[in-house]
Nanobody, 122 residues
Framework: QVQLVESGGGLVQAGGSLRLSCAAS????????TGWFRQAPGKEREFVAG?????????DYGDSVKGRFTISSDNVENMVYLQMNGLKPEDTAVYYC??????????????WGQGTQVTVSS
């Protein structure tokens, strides 16, 4: 059974960068989309970025991170990355990776990691 494990979270100052990693323990098809979501205390889960393969790589970003975050995939290593630049305090949240959909809707994804905390200080 495939499991997802996120890593790379931590504490960073505003304007800094972090790179999150999502490792799949088993083999997954690159046509199955992978998404990054985040959830801050008291807020709903928010779509951050997604990546999927249909003849070529396709990506999508939430409006609040567009231009600052970059999602990428290393299909050989079964890894998906989220490069986060220009971090803001409002980016503080638990970040989750998920697989199973090419969608911004979190309820369409079928498998989730345990999450990694990102804290951005002002």
């Amino acid at each position: 059974q495939v499991q997802l494990v996120e890593s790379g979270g931590g504490l960073v100052q505003a304007g800094g960068s972090l790179r999150l990693s999502c490792a799949a323990s088993g083999r997954t098809s690159r046509s199955i989309g992978t998404g990054w979501f985040r959830q801050a205390p008291g807020k709903e889960r928010e779509f951050v970025a997604g990546i999927w393969w249909i003849g070529q790589w396709h990506t999508d970003y939430g409006d609040s991170v567009k231009g600052r975050f970059t999602i990428s995939s290393d299909n050989v290593e079964n890894m998906v990355y989220l490069q986060m630049n220009g971090l803001k305090p409002e980016d503080t949240a638990v970040y989750y990776c998920a697989v199973g959909a090419n969608s911004r809707r979190w309820d369409e994804y079928i498998l989730w990691g345990q999450g990694t905390q990102v804290t951005v200080s002002s």
